[in-house]
């Protein structure tokens, strides 16, 4: 009887073929080699120290592969179990380079044949299970923001991720590290997660994005009650401790979760031994104090915002103008810092209403009307001495690649789809996929090229991951085979050419 439409049919083969569908992943594992992802995981996470079974670079390792291949759930790791192909160089990577004692060890974790290249589903539940603190949960109180205190194992992720940053920027002589904060809303349906300010059930990561290597640079797992700006110094603290040696020199970013008080002298200050004092720019809350101090400045003083354009400078409609303004909170002590403070402004065109519906249109923006004209308002405060319209397009630069991110995050990466109702197991799961993002994007900076630094995983794994190909194990060596005259085969041995020529971190 056939099977369907067409004249043709599906049947599964008797014995392994060595076919893959992921012909182009292996260069990953090329990469993560050449970082010391492995070495690293085992080195700050230490989780499966000693006792048998999977350790936890093979453990972190395979939930990253998983990420990068298009898997956004735990039970997505018996697809990549089932590629022959792919499962025969994993095995052979994991052990590639390492001595004889550390090979016998490995196999010895084993009581009886290891059998499998990748773990299970229910060992992963487990793994993941070992990030999550139970105790924690007790210390919630109602009404009062909560983040639980991350245990050993999970502070261990930011060491790995500090690993990671030390070896992109190593690459490339950096002395400048320009960090962008910014919260993300991860929706979900679990019954443990709570209610965001947009009223649905989620959680909130905190991000902090290091804009000159196009990498997160650390990451705080957050409840969705928890605001944007909960202890956001604490976390900005932690991220500058990631920063490798030869960093000179840091400006900070953010939105207006940023406006905190305590945040920014520190910033002003130099509080900070080993930086000094820190440039920032940060949208400021628009208070009706704030919009006084706009409707205050002379018309004079607003200067048009130009965008080039075919290298042609064009009016943007939007002005800006320095304000003069001190916020209530700062303005009691006359030794405490100084900050400018800047308006931009951009007319809103009347738009025609339903019947009925005049009090339903609600604005997401600050608006005021000044001399007649109804505008669309923001401010920013700033320690920097910049021309205004420089700053602003400077400030504005963040608003593009760290939401970019997040969507990658969410949409291309299994940050969107987290597998637990224990809060530390979606936290290991959201740093895991962290690390994946980072690994993905040192690879279109370093290894692929500018042209493909904008391009989204989509394209990435049409192009590179997921190649048909057959491996073959010949002399001792693995051979991936593409189908004869295939156009990525150029592209895969330049870049494992380009991987191979990447400097290491020193050892230790």
């Known amino acids: 009887?056939?099977?369907?439409?067409?004249?043709?049919?599906?049947?599964?083969?008797?014995?392994?073929?060595?076919?893959?569908?992921?012909?182009?992943?292996?260069?990953?594992?090329?990469?993560?080699?050449?970082?010391?992802?492995?070495?690293?995981?085992?080195?700050?996470?230490?989780?499966?120290?000693?006792?048998?079974?999977?350790?936890?670079?093979?453990?972190?390792?395979?939930?990253?592969?998983?990420?990068?291949?298009?898997?956004?759930?735990?039970?997505?790791?018996?697809?990549?179990?089932?590629?022959?192909?792919?499962?025969?160089?994993?095995?052979?990577?994991?052990?590639?380079?390492?001595?004889?004692?550390?090979?016998?060890?490995?196999?010895?974790?084993?009581?009886?044949?290891?059998?499998?290249?990748?773990?299970?589903?229910?060992?992963?539940?487990?793994?993941?299970?070992?990030?999550?603190?139970?105790?924690?949960?007790s210390h919630r109180q109602s009404g009062k923001a909560f983040i639980p205190k991350s245990n050993e194992h999970l502070r261990g992720f930011a060491g790995v991720n500090k690993d990671i940053a030390a070896f992109s920027s190593q690459q490339h002589d950096e002395s400048i590290a320009t960090l962008d904060m910014d919260a993300t809303l991860v929706a979900t349906s679990k019954s443990e997660a709570l209610y965001c300010y947009k009223g649905y059930k989620s959680y909130q990561p905190l991000n902090t994005w290091w804009a000159e290597q196009e990498i997160v640079?650390?990451?705080?797992?957050?409840?969705?009650?928890?605001?944007?700006?909960?202890?956001?110094?604490?976390?900005?603290?932690?991220?500058?401790?990631?920063?490798?040696?030869?960093?000179?020199?840091?400006?900070?970013?953010?939105?207006?979760?940023?406006?905190?008080?305590?945040?920014?002298?520190?910033?002003?200050?130099?509080?900070?031994?080993?930086?000094?004092?820190?440039?920032?720019?940060?949208?400021?809350?628009?208070?009706?104090?704030?919009?006084?101090?706009?409707?205050?400045?002379?018309?004079?003083?607003?200067?048009?915002?130009?965008?080039?354009?075919?290298?042609?400078?064009?009016?943007?409609?939007?002005?800006?103008?320095?304000v003069c303004y001190v916020p209530n909170a700062i303005g009691h002590s006359k030794k405490g810092p100084e900050y400018r403070y800047l308006a931009k402004r951009e007319v809103l065109v009347e738009q025609r209403q339903l019947p009925g519906m005049e009090s339903q249109l609600s604005l997401p923006f600050p608006t005021m009307q000044l001399k007649g004209k109804k505008y669309k308002v923001y401010g920013i405060v700033t320690n920097m001495d910049w021309q205004g319209e420089e700053l602003i397009h400077w400030y504005h630069k963040r608003c593009g690649k760290s939401e970019q991110a997040h969507a990658v995050m969410k949409e291309d990466l299994a940050g969107g789809k987290l597998p637990s109702a224990d809060f530390g197991a979606n936290a290991a799961w959201w740093w895991i996929m962290i690390l994946a993002f980072n690994l993905n994007a040192m690879m279109k900076r370093l290894v692929l090229g500018a042209s493909w630094q904008p391009k989204r995983l989509k394209a990435i794994r049409f192009s590179l991951i997921n190649l048909p190909a057959r491996v073959v194990d010949r002399s001792r060596s693995l051979i991936i085979r593409l189908a004869k005259g295939h156009p990525s085969l150029e592209l895969l041995l330049t870049s494992r050419k380009k991987i191979a020529m990447l400097k290491p971190l020193p050892c230790g």
Not at 295 to 317: A, C, F, M, Q
Request: hydrophobic share 40%.
């Open 1 to 137: 009887m056939a099977q369907g439409v067409l004249p043709f049919k599906y049947e599964s083969e008797t014995t392994a073929t060595g076919m893959t569908a992921l012909g182009g992943l292996p260069t990953y594992l090329d990469l993560a080699k050449v970082i010391g992802l492995s070495k690293s995981v085992q080195k700050h996470l230490r989780v499966r120290v000693g006792g048998q079974g999977w350790t936890d670079a093979q453990m972190v390792l395979a939930l990253v592969m998983l990420n990068l291949c298009g898997g956004d759930c735990v039970e997505d790791i018996k697809i990549l179990e089932a590629d022959d192909g792919f499962c025969e160089i994993l095995k052979k990577a994991e052990m590639h380079g390492l001595r004889r004692k550390v090979r016998r060890s490995l196999l010895q974790r084993w009581r009886k044949e290891r059998r499998r290249a990748l773990p299970s589903p229910s060992a992963i539940f487990r793994y993941l299970g070992q990030f999550h603190d139970g105790r924690q949960e």
């Open 217 to 322: 640079l650390h990451t705080e797992f957050r409840d969705g009650n928890v605001p944007a700006g909960f202890e956001q110094l604490r976390v900005f603290k932690e991220a500058l401790e990631c920063l490798p040696h030869g960093i000179e020199t840091v400006r900070l970013r953010s939105d207006t979760a940023g406006d905190q008080h305590d945040l920014l002298r520190y910033c002003a200050t130099a509080a900070n031994k080993r930086f000094g004092v820190i440039e920032f720019a940060v949208g400021c809350d628009v208070t009706p104090e704030f919009k006084q101090a706009v409707s205050e400045v002379e018309e004079l003083d607003w200067h048009p915002i130009y965008k080039l354009v075919n290298g042609e400078k064009r009016k943007t409609g939007v002005q800006w103008a320095e």
